[in-house]
């Protein structure tokens, strides 16, 4: 008998880096079915999740192919990429017995359905995943703040920010083995800290609606579900 989860709604953040596996850019296939898993076993808990992705792996506005290129141009191009990533993990998650919707912050309507807020928190109390895709639909944004704004808009109890390393540490882990995991911290120490935990807009937006956040790993088996019963698993921002 699985104790009871601690959290009704759940906002979970992937980013486009986490779906490439070891792959130096794209989806791997066993990484997305890997990561659908986790999510499937929150699910089954009855917990409500929504969730934003964002499109590194495949574009990242302010860098690399984008160089030269008008900023806002880059950024919309971004934001495409995060719909493909989307329609990867919806179809994904549809495969593996979730029922799953994407809804589009950029009008696509062939492809996905927009983002209409009402049919989002219908979804949700159907039990669906809905997955945000498009980020916010506005350029000079990221999806972490897509992720807060989406996470305050449906009344999530927590942004679940998901990383490589399973919370955030008094030092770089892989350099300094005397690290430690802070369990939680407030947002005040961490900005007066530096952490770096999402950028500044998604981090000022989740202080101001009082949206805790959890840091963790996506790829420590289980650590999403202990997340969600409550564990001591990765390191909670509040306020
Ligand atoms: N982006 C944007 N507005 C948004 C969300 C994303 O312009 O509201 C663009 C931006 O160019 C960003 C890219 O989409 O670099 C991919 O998103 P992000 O970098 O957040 O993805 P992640 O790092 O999580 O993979």
């Known amino acids: 008998q699985d104790a009871s989860p601690a959290h009704k709604r759940i906002l979970l953040k992937l980013s486009g880096e986490a779906l490439m596996g070891d792959d130096a850019f794209g989806i791997n296939r066993a990484t997305i079915v890997r990561m659908v898993e986790e999510v499937a076993e929150v699910v089954r808990l009855g917990v409500e999740v929504a969730v934003v992705i964002g499109g590194g792996n495949i574009f990242r506005g302010v860098a690399g192919g984008a160089v030269g290129m008008d900023r806002a141009t880059a950024d919309y191009m971004g934001m495409l990429a995060t ?34 807020r009402p049919k989002a928190l219908q979804y949700l109390e159907e039990g669906k995943v809905v997955v945000f895709a498009a980020g916010t639909g506005n350029p000079f ?4 703040t ?24 008094s030092a770089d882990p892989k350099k300094d083995p005397s690290a430690q995991r802070y369990s939680s911290l407030s947002f005040d120490e961490a900005i007066s800290q530096n952490l770096g935990i999402m950028d500044a807009t998604a981090f000022a937006l989740c202080r101001d609606q009082k949206l805790p956040i959890k840091v963790f790993s996506i790829f420590k088996a289980g650590a999403l579900k202990r997340v969600v019963l ?10």
């Open 230 to 239: 409550g564990e001591d698993e990765g390191t909670l921002v509040h306020v």
């Open 83 to 116: 719909v493909m990533n989307s329609l990867a993990l919806a179809d994904a998650m549809n495969k593996q017995g979730l029922t799953a919707r994407v809804m589009s912050a950029i009008a696509i309507d062939q492809v996905v359905e927009p983002y209409v």
């Open 141 to 144: 944004f990221t999806t972490d």
């Open 146 to 169: 897509a992720a807060a704004l989406r996470g305050a808009e449906v009344g999530a109890e927590l942004v679940l920010k998901a990383t490589k390393v399973d919370g955030v540490y």
